[in-house]
């Protein structure tokens, strides 16, 4: 694998994100809006329930950390339906960049977008409603991680369906982050879920991250076995996404979809 | 050594043969025209030939690399320009020639983007984005990003098609320039069988994804009994059958 080409893909994003400010807007306004709507609402639940429980860092924490995976998800998306919105296809894959390369610049160009994101909501939260990520100690680290290749697998899956399915399939993706959130166990645990939901939030690598931070607000002792297993699963989960990519794009080649990708399909 | 060699090409899409059994090479510092009416498999050809569609049978070399197994290599050497592949328009024509020198991994990028700017005329566009040029402007932008790895095959799809007379002749004395300069062999696709005469040193007609005719541009007409290039052209494309013998 050769840096260059996938800097190429990074380097794209940043001129785009240079020439454009809704595109940078695009990237901060949804998280500032989130995190100002939670933020309140923790800070009322504070108000009305029983006072030594602090809402802050449990809910508007888990919006914080899953708006990050969101962003990730999206980051891997946005950079591949750039070449989808200008019809690039025959350009990039015409050129010598293999598909590991292109799906690593994917990634890396996520990496950039998502930190930004991850920084205004952080100094949103901290700023306005006094959440604090020293509550979670050195375990930030590994839960950011976890979401953070979960979102990578997710968005490489996303980018497989329009592939395989044209930019009319687009609207797949948006939806993805919320569908998933009831069963991951953002804001509530998965004990209050009933036990066929539970089975599948053991699947999802972000239940790890968001129990093991509600065992850390409550005082609880946290079980560093479940958090290696679910940064196993989203390692697994991005071997994956990338074999699905791979054999979709290989489909795409021989059936010719890839040479006419404008006609989204070629049957 | 000739720089592309096609051997026993072939493409089907279901029941639909769109290249049968193809076979050519190009030598270097020729330029190839390969002709033939809508649907004859042309682009079809020139998509296999950048590794974008699978063929169902048959080799690519490009300098004896085969891009079935050995893709990077192929492409490296490789570069192309469409009409229906416009380089994207949200970027400018220097963050283009940036963007496409990286996936080719040129060397010394900033220097062979300076070059391409002046030898195409688009220094005055450097900042410019691809969206806002003309016709003419973003066709020569899209042959400068072709040169930008210097590449020993250039395709060419229909490159003139959307070009006035006067940028088009400008385009085509461009191409044979560099042709000339850089001993880059081009296979060149067009329905302008003026521009085919005065650019191609040989020709390929295709009908039906099969070479029915090959030779000189200026002297194939009239071994088959016809005046023009455009008259042949014409009888390919109505009565292939007539011209198989």
């Given at each position: 694998m050769r840096i260059t080409p996938i800097a190429a893909i990074v380097l794209r994003q940043l001129y785009l994100l240079r020439g454009g400010a809704t595109r940078v807007l695009s990237l901060v306004i949804w998280v500032a809006i989130d995190i100002i709507l939670w933020g309140f609402m923790t800070k009322y639940l504070n108000t009305v329930t029983?006072?030594?429980?602090?809402f802050v860092p449990v809910l508007l924490g888990a919006v914080l950390m899953w708006d990050f995976f969101t962003r990730v998800m999206l980051g891997v998306t946005m950079a591949f339906f750039e070449d989808v919105w200008s019809r690039n296809f025959l350009n990039v894959f015409g050129s010598p960049i293999s598909i590991t390369e292109y799906l690593a610049g994917l990634v890396a160009s996520s990496i950039i977008t998502s930190t930004l994101g991850l920084l205004v909501m952080l100094a949103l939260a901290t700023a306005?409603?006094?959440?604090?990520?020293?509550?979670?100690?050195?375990?930030l680290v590994p839960f950011l991680m976890v979401l953070f290749l979960f979102g990578i697998a997710l968005g490489i899956v996303a980018c497989s369906f329009v592939l395989r399915?044209?930019?009319?399939?687009?609207?797949?993706?948006?939806p993805i982050p919320a569908i998933l959130s009831p069963f991951a166990g953002v804001f509530y645990p998965?004990?209050?879920?009933?036990t066929w939901v539970q089975r599948l939030a053991?699947?999802?690598?972000?239940m790890y991250v968001f129990e093991g931070m509600r065992a850390i607000v409550t005082g609880r002792t946290i079980s560093m076995m479940s958090l290696v297993i679910g940064g196993a699963l989203a390692v697994f989960y991005i071997l994956g996404a990338s074999v699905v990519f791979t054999r979709v794009y290989r489909k795409a080649v021989r059936t010719g979809l890839i040479a006419r990708y404008s006609a989204e399909s070629v049957s | 050594m000739s720089i592309l060699s096609v051997s026993n090409l072939r493409k089907v899409y279901g029941d639909t043969?769109?290249?049968?059994?193809l076979s050519f090479s190009t030598e270097p510092g020729e330029i190839v025209g390969l002709l033939g009416p809508n649907g004859a498999g042309k682009t079809t050809t020139i998509n296999m030939i950048l590794g974008v569609l699978e063929p169902s049978a048959g080799r690519i070399q490009v300098e004896r690399h085969?891009?079935?197994?050995d893709r990077r290599e192929v492409l490296l050497r490789t570069n192309f320009a469409a009409v229906y592949a416009p380089l994207?328009?949200?970027?400018?024509v220097e963050q283009n020639l940036r963007f496409f020198a990286m996936l080719y991994g040129v060397q010394a990028i900033a220097e062979r983007i300076a070059t391409l700017l002046e030898q195409f005329d688009l220094a005055r566009f450097r900042?410019?984005?691809?969206?806002?040029?003309?016709s003419g402007e973003q066709t020569r932008v899209s042959l400068a990003k072709a040169m930008l790895n210097e590449p020993r095959l250039l395709l060419l799809d229909e490159?003139?098609?959307?070009?006035d007379p006067a940028t088009a002749r400008e385009v085509r004395a461009k191409i044979r320039n560099v042709t000339t300069a850089t001993r880059v062999s081009v296979l060149w696709t067009s329905h302008n069988m003026y521009e085919v005469e005065s650019v191609c040193d040989r020709v390929l007609f295709l009908s039906h994804g099969r070479v029915l005719l090959e030779g000189n541009p200026r002297t194939l007409p009239q071994e088959h009994g016809k005046s023009t290039l455009e008259e042949l052209f014409i009888a390919v494309a109505r009565e292939p059958l007539s011209l198989e013998s």
């Open positions: 029983a006072a030594g429980f602090d306005l409603f006094g959440l604090s990520f020293l509550a979670y100690g050195g375990l399915y044209g930019p009319a399939a687009e609207w797949f993706v948006w998965i004990s209050t879920m009933p053991h699947a999802l690598p972000p | 043969l769109a290249v049968d059994d085969d891009l079935a197994t994207p328009g949200n970027l400018t900042h410019t984005k691809c969206g806002v040029l003309s490159p003139t098609a959307s070009l």
